[in-house]
């Protein structure tokens, strides 16, 4: 459960302070490796706040899905210092992408944490 995952009761219903965080300037990544869900689930997890059982909801997370999106793919190469490889489309990077079966930005919130990936590119290929 959640609760025992965050330390609600430690932490309160906010949880883990996302908004605070970025809001006072701190950068936040929602993972830098070992993910065990899918990057999808992880922002829909930062944006929905639910209990791991689905019980509950934490409390409103105030982040936008491009807020979560970047700190699923992005945040976490600028806080392991691979910023200027990863993270983005750029000349000069690698271009590792996927390419989704739904927007993310704009699909049913509940459909987030399961669209499909469609294709999987690594170093461009």
Known sequence: MAS???????????????????????????????????????AWE????????????????????????????QSGHRLTWNEDRYGSLEVGKVADMVVLADDPLSCDLGRLKDIRVDRTFVGGR
């Open 4 to 42: 025992d995952r965050y330390g609600l009761d430690k932490l309160g219903e906010e949880g883990i302070p996302i908004r605070r965080m970025l809001d006072g300037g701190v950068p936040v990544a929602l993972s830098t490796d070992g993910v065990p869900y899918s990057m999808l689930w992880t």
């Open 46 to 73: 930062a944006i929905a706040r639910w209990d791991d059982d689905g019980q509950r909801q934490l409390g409103d997370s105030r982040l936008t899905r491009d807020e979560a999106l970047r700190m699923a793919a």
